[in-house]
């Protein structure tokens, strides 16, 4: 990855950190769960408004890194509108992106989340990223359990 690529994407991380979209809690959510990264420190609520098998709101709460908070903020944007199936696959897409090895692979779909494919090189901070999702996933599932990355 060239340097100016790397300033790109920690310029686009740090600026949902800063001003993190879709934060709070939903006025109505039908379903949610909370999330713990006890290797960072990282927790997250995700509430989500399903209607007819599609994500109509979803929002989020916690305090967790700059990359866990980036994280969820992208991942609200990006999921906004689609149907569970279509978020499942995300789900996968996005485990697999920051996992992976070689190059990325394009997601036309993913928008400002292409930039956590950096934290592949980070493996401390795959958890951070993948968090957010973890916790989409229970509350989707309608798990009542507390989420964890350990
Ligand atoms: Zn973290």
């Known amino acids: 990855m060239s340097v100016e690529l790397r300033e790109l994407y920690q310029e686009v991380i740090l600026d949902h950190n800063k001003h993190p979209r879709n934060r709070g809690k939903l006025e109505e ?29 979803i929002s989020f709460e916690g305090s967790g890194c700059a990359i866990s908070t980036a994280s969820a903020s992208m991942m609200t944007e990006a999921i906004k509108g689609k149907t ?18 070689g190059e990325a692979e394009e997601h036309p779909d993913f928008g400002d989340l292409e930039v956590l494919a950096g ?12 968090l957010p999702w ?9 798990a009542e359990a507390k989420v964890s990355t350990e």
């Open 84 to 101: 569970l199936a279509e978020i499942e696959a995300m789900f996968r897409e996005f485990q697999k992106m920051v996992t992976a090895t």
């Open 119 to 130: 934290v592949r090189e980070y493996p401390v901070r795959i958890k951070c990223a993948t």
């Open 29 to 57: 959510p039908t379903n949610s769960a909370e999330g713990h990264n006890p290797l960072c420190g990282d927790n997250v609520t995700v509430y989500v408004h399903t209607k007819e098998g599609r994500v109509e709101g």
């Open 134 to 142: 973890h916790t989409l996933h229970a509350a989707l599932q309608g």
